[in-house]
């Protein structure tokens, strides 16, 4: 049973940072990524890896301030968040695939989430 488990969400002030991170067990995954989803909002593209790292992708409003990596001895992925916004609060989801993942159309499991929440 694959299960996908997230952790390292809170509260940070805005320009803060949070490290957020999601172990899997039950399977091996090409793609992991986050997705997000405010309130009111669709499940949105975060950021995605490949299993080495060497293919990864983010969405346009977070280039350049989180930064995805993967554990593979592990099976655990990260997201670093720096240069917070209140914008980014939404409900954080682990995802795992076994191609890009740029829709929620293209995640074979989701995580449970984990609640970001960003001060100004």
């Known amino acids: 049973q694959v299960q996908l488990v997230e952790s390292g969400g809170g509260l940070a002030q805005a320009g803060g940072s949070l490290r957020l991170s999601c172990a899997a067990s039950?399977?091996?995954?090409?793609?992991m990524g986050w997705f997000r989803q405010a309130p009111g909002n669709m499940r949105e593209f975060v950021a995605q890896?490949?299993?080495?790292?060497?293919?990864?992708s983010y969405a346009d409003s977070v280039k350049g301030r989180f930064t995805i990596s993967r554990n593979n001895a592990i099976h655990t992925v990260y997201l670093q968040m720096d240069s917070l916004k209140p914008e980014d609060t939404a409900v954080y989801y682990c995802?795992?695939?076994?191609?890009?993942?740029?829709?929620?159309?293209?995640?074979?499991?989701w995580g449970q989430g984990t609640q970001v929440t960003v001060s100004s």
């Open positions: 995802a795992a695939g076994a191609t890009v993942m740029r829709s929620k159309y293209d995640v074979h499991f």
């Open positions: 039950g399977g091996t995954f090409s793609r």
């Open positions: 890896s490949d299993r080495r790292g060497d293919s990864v």
